[in-house]
């Protein structure tokens, strides 16, 4: 089994913000994708840190339901809890993967175990059972909008969707006359988000926000729905045509039936597909980057440094070339988009793309420098320890004055 392709999908207990987001990338980064994790329906494995408040409450809550999943307790002290596989803080990565390579494991042993408690029928059993059962055709799976944290959980844990280099140029296409990769021709390699879907999608959420109403996007294409209390949209369309759709200029051709308008209480309550959701906060980013394919926002200065503002939660976004490595170095200081791609040795495209998607949820600024020349910058004194030669520079420099 490819533990890349197949990643033990695990579910996170006891951790704060700032501890789920280090851990989730964690999972990613130093371990590789071999995990990744999930909402706790969805999980095949339980991830407990012991040492938080509570944190044995809750994991011992937790073993009394007799979960068939594996458990994974993270904790300072010594843990001699019985049916868990125990990890000893600060975690290291060798012992992080061998605990989830057991843990993979024994799901997989119990996955078997119940599959094969299910005697096959003979023939005349399974005869006699066909003859008795009325098939239905399956339906489409639909969900009826309700403003619960529960429904909230179909469209906002999803994993996250990971592009290679192969595969990014596969999805975002190629662009007629100009070449985005060569440093003569980045002042070019700008996009306006205004003239695409995302422009009117970001205004869209900023309307709806504000006004705390269901709102539909209308643009003579399917209507985007959107519903600012669970951060979500629906979108009755599949991946391949949104990605064709948003990375089209569309201002000349549908900016014109573009509006917003509230919706009624009985279509907001209408039953959806569930797969079409969305949470708002992926949508605008996946949106940014297929708009982009491989450049910068206008409103970007290609010489100036930009920064970010926070740590993307990628487990909730589609996941650019080397969007890890990128984020992990401008979170440590500003740097302009080149001297990113030269740092990191890699194609500007994948630099300009990230920084598109990040500024799209205004995770991404750029430096001002209005500092520069609101004060003159301080003259840099002479060493006192400086050499002979230069003392008598310095004297021949005032007599010519």
Known sequence: MDKNKNPLKVALHGMDGRSYKMMSMYLQGPCKGVAIVVNENNAECDIFDADVVNGQKLLAEYLEKESQRPIIVLSLNDNKL???????????????????????????DKTKNVASQAAPLTGQQADKAADSIHVQPESPKLKKYVNTDEQNKTSKHQAAMQLNE????????????????DPKQFAKAHYNPKEYFQGYVDSAFKVSRSKGQIRQLNSGWNPLIIFPQS??????VDESQLRAFAGLAITNTLGSKMSITPLGPEASA????????????????KVACWASKGRYPISIDITQPVYLKNWPNFTRLLVTPH??????????????????????????????????AASALGLAGQVKREADVLVQSPEIKPNKNQGLLSRILSVLRGKKA
């Open 82 to 108: 019985a049916n868990v596989l125990a990890i000893k803080k600060p975690v290291k990565t060798d012992d992080m993967l061998a605990a989830i390579a057991k843990a993979r494991q024994l799901f997989y």
């Open 166 to 181: 192969k595969g990014f140029g596969a999805f975002i296409g190629s662009l007629t006359g100009i070449d985005v990769n």
């Open 231 to 236: 951060d979500e949209v629906w979108l009755d």
């Open 270 to 285: 209408a039953e959806r597909a569930l797969e079409r959701f969305y949470s708002m906060d992926g949508f605008i980013w």
């Open 323 to 356: 969007a890890l490595r990128i984020a992990a170095l401008l979170i440590q200081g500003p740097r302009t988009l080149s001297n990113v791609a030269e740092v990191l040795n890699i194609k500007p495209q994948y630099v300009f793309v990230f920084i598109s």
